[in-house]
């Protein structure tokens, strides 16, 4: 057996390290030098204390969790259909589901703006109007995570058989799908779902051309006009995400304990 | 009156027959085997019993009612799967308790009767464990008993062994049967092993791409077959072609030996084969039986049985010899005597009596 660790790959792997590493340090070090000569998390006290800030902040995040709970709500039953009732729509879904990495967010944004921005629909004058919007196209853009995610989660377990299983048992469509298939799906979900969160969060341009408080636009006007706040900021919303992949990572952990398969 | 009867049944996907007019009726308590080549239409009469496919014309009746309109979850079927199914997420117990409590019954009644159902099929042990933390065996079992759990009126079984080794499959093979007598459940077991279908069944459908070939009890399948099909598909057996001397009489000449038949239909122009199974022939010459002479082509020797093959006049004629310590294992080259009953063989010619 070759243990052996290849100098290569140690090579390699600390060259992306520093690659990935070194610019973030510089980011974190500049981050702390806002007060002359010493370093402080001042530049993390004037964020943190802007109500600028905490307003975006909660936005986002209300509008992460509309998100998740609109995209769950529509993608799982879609989904789960395709998977009972029509297979052969699955390469289709496939597209679908890969049309928001390739249709930019910008013609999105227009497209949305366009469509709903005049009448019959005028969604644009209310800013009730334009979150309805925004979070729509909130879900479209995050729909790629959300689907893979559901369909790893289905395709890890049978889901015909055991929905056959749950009928035969005497269960109706609701039961199946709230005893049987989203209980085995918990995991597919909950990492889905932060991805979905994490994607909001940090989404830029919906946010900008909707003129709504997202934590995306907020940070690209701080990066603008300020110096070391923009630092800070850039690492606050790393520690998000890493945060977000440390969940999913350590709920995922749980697999390996629980049957995932139907099988 | 039948409890359960399918009635002039057909099923097509698109153009493709894969069942066709399929007429059974099964008594209350009866255990029906489906037995037939890969492809042949079981899994799909079972899954229109079942609720899961809906026949394109035919009528499934169960105790005089039909039962078309009834959804899967309104027929109350005890359905087992190839590959168990078990919920995942639920222990042994809640998967059995499932039907139970989706039914919404009272918890109680819901706890007795798991563990009345994890005692029949002694896994009280395997209460709270997962599917992934039991075997294959102890899974399909569990399944069982879950399917049993809501009082079907019918039990279903879908090759519900042939996930498993040859061992476990045995011991759950009878365990099946115990279970099955025990509750009197009317039960139809899809297989495509004949040994299971011979060895629990009180009645077996042969099917053929989608149609019945014969429907008997095991021994009628084995010794009276009602085809070629169904003699080639059960069993071994030797199917000789020969010559008419005697159409009236059943005699006829293999090779240059003369045979009687015990049993044949109209002998028209179609050539005829001579059927007689493997231990129905005996080593030796015996008055007034058939008597075969050849040569031995090759022996296998089976453990419990000797399989030897003698070659008369051109032809390969098999034949099954039981073991014993005492027994000469002819050899290869020899020639060999063979007798069998007029009785134990029929002449047949290929169109279905
Ligand atoms: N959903 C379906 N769509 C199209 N064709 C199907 C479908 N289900 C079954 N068939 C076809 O119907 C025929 C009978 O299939 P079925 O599954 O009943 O066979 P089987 O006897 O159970 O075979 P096996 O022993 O391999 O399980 C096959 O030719 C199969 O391809
Ligand atoms: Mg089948």
Known sequence: MKKKNNPWAIFWAVLAMLYFFVPMLGTFIFSLRMKRGVLSFLAYQSVLSDANFLRSF?????MGVVTVIVSVVLLLPSVYWIYIKAPKMKPVMEIISILPFVIPVIVLVFGLIRTFGRPPFQLTLSSFGTDVLIAAGYVIISMPYMYRAIDVGMRSMDVRTLTEAAQNLGSNWFQVLTLVILPNLRIAILSGALICFATVMGELI???????????????????????EPAALAIISY????????????????RSQQQLTGR | M????????????NEMTAVQDFNLAVEAGEFISFLGPSGCGKTTTLRMVAGFEIPTSGVIQLDGMDLTPLP????????VFQSYALFPNMTAA?????????????????????IEMLDLIQMHDFAERYPNQLSGGQQQRLALARALAIKPRVLLLDEPLSALDAKIRLELRQEIRRIQRQLGITTIYVTHDQEEALSLSDRIVIMRRGVIEQVGTPQQIYNFPASDFVAEFVGHINLLPVEVVQADAGVVRLGSQVVRAGQFGHLNGRPVRLAVRPEELKAGSVEGANNLTGMIESVTYLGAIVRIRVDVDGQLVSLDMFNERSLEIPVVGQPFHVNFPVEACWLTNGVKN
């Not at chain 1, 919906?206 to 070391?228: C, E, H, I, N």
């Not at chain 1, 995400?241 to 990572?249: A, D, F, V």
């Not at chain 2, 899967?72 to 359905?79: A, D, E, V």
Request: hydrophobic share 40%; aromatic share 10%; proline share 4%.
């Open chain 2, 2 to 13: 039948a409890q359960l009867e399918l009635i002039h049944i057909s099923k097509s996907f």
């Open chain 1, 58 to 62: 909660r936005y986002s995040a209300t």
């Open chain 2, 72 to 79: 899967p979850n309104r027929r109350n079927m005890g359905m």
């Open chain 2, 94 to 114: 809640q998967n059995v308790g499932y039907g139970l409590r989706v039914a919404g019954k009272p918890r109680v009644e819901i706890e007795q009767r798991v």
């Open chain 1, 206 to 228: 919906l946010g900008d051309f909707l003129v709504r408080p997202a934590l995306g636009s907020y940070m690209a006007g701080v990066g603008r006009s300020k110096a070391y």
């Open chain 1, 239 to 254: 520690g998000l995400t890493w945060l977000c992949l440390g969940l999913i990572q350590y709920f995922s952990r749980g």
